[in-house]
């Protein structure tokens, strides 16, 4: 199997061409895949599908071999493969994605794809405003956000309580709480000013990821809600930063996207 390494912020997957290629159990080529000793090393396995209904298809599994709905940062990452190898032909185009139809534009660089714009629709929030809730022992308060997968976004008083936070240690029991019994994403959260926030995610299926475009959508539009930054603000994760903006109630997510290495795989 011939595949390409790319990661958007960090946020890691091991691509394949499904123009080309033909994958048999993804779930069980994503667990080997993903694993960074005895694979080649990712968050997950994401292939590039023709679509019967877009310009292109994503079908996005988890390191645990789970089916994923959404990937923000994948999609930024198939939108510029789809482009560079043209697989569709315009700046503007369509994404079949498990979350639906996502809209894509193209900043385009020497005829290459250098910053790609996902209008990742509406976002719904999935609880109290905020809820309280018991996390190991410990009374916590998050905003449920739906982007097309679930969120739980939290948050802490000062950067420093953000990088000192062990998620190894904790994470599991944000996201397998019984609150969500499918599982959630699980995002922490420091607001520097109305521009800036600050941002660690535990995925479901993957853990401490570098980043989550689908988890800083969800940290931008609760602390949009809530009143504590502009409508317009830079989200700065641990492999380096989104710009999300909310024009007319729908969620734009803007970034780069990189290719690392390619390689091949035998199953």
């Not at 790319?6 to 080997?32: L, R, S």
């Amino acid at each position: 199997m011939k595949f390409v390494k790319m990661q958007g912020a960090g946020n890691d997957y091991v691509y394949v061409d499904c123009f080309k290629e033909k994958v048999n159990n993804p779930g069980e080529v994503a667990i080997k895949v993903s694993d960074r000793h005895f694979g080649v090393g990712s968050d997950g396995l994401i292939l590039i599908c023709p679509s019967d209904i877009a310009d292109v298809k994503m079908d996005m599994y988890n390191a645990d071999g789970s089916r994923g709905l959404m990937c923000g940062n994948g999609s930024r990452c198939v939108a510029k493969y789809a482009y560079d190898h043209g697989y569709v032909k315009s700046e503007e185009f369509t994404m079949e994605t498990g979350a639906g139809i996502k809209h894509i534009k193209i900043e385009p660089r020497n005829g290459k794809a250098e910053y790609i714009n996902v209008n990742m629709g509406r976002a719904k929030i999935t609880s109290q405003f905020p809820e309280k809730i018991l996390i190991n022992g410990e009374e916590k308060e998050f905003i449920g956000v739906d982007v097309g997968n679930p969120h739980a976004v939290y948050y802490v008083d000062t950067l420093e309580e953000l990088q000192n936070m062990d998620l190894n240690k904790v994470g599991e029991y944000y996201e397998k709480h019984e609150r969500f019994p499918q599982k959630v994403n699980s995002e922490f959260i420091y607001v520097e000013d109305r521009k800036n926030i600050h941002m660690r995610v535990w995925e479901r299926g993957s853990g401490e990821t570098l980043a989550c475009g689908t988890g800083a959508c969800a940290s931008a539009f609760a602390t949009m809600k809530k009143g504590d930054c502009d409508t317009s603000v830079r989200v700065h994760l641990l492999g380096g930063e989104l710009d999300i903006s909310l024009v007319d109630d729908e969620i734009y997510m803007r970034g780069r996207a990189e290719y690392v290495f390619t390689g091949e795989i035998n199953f």
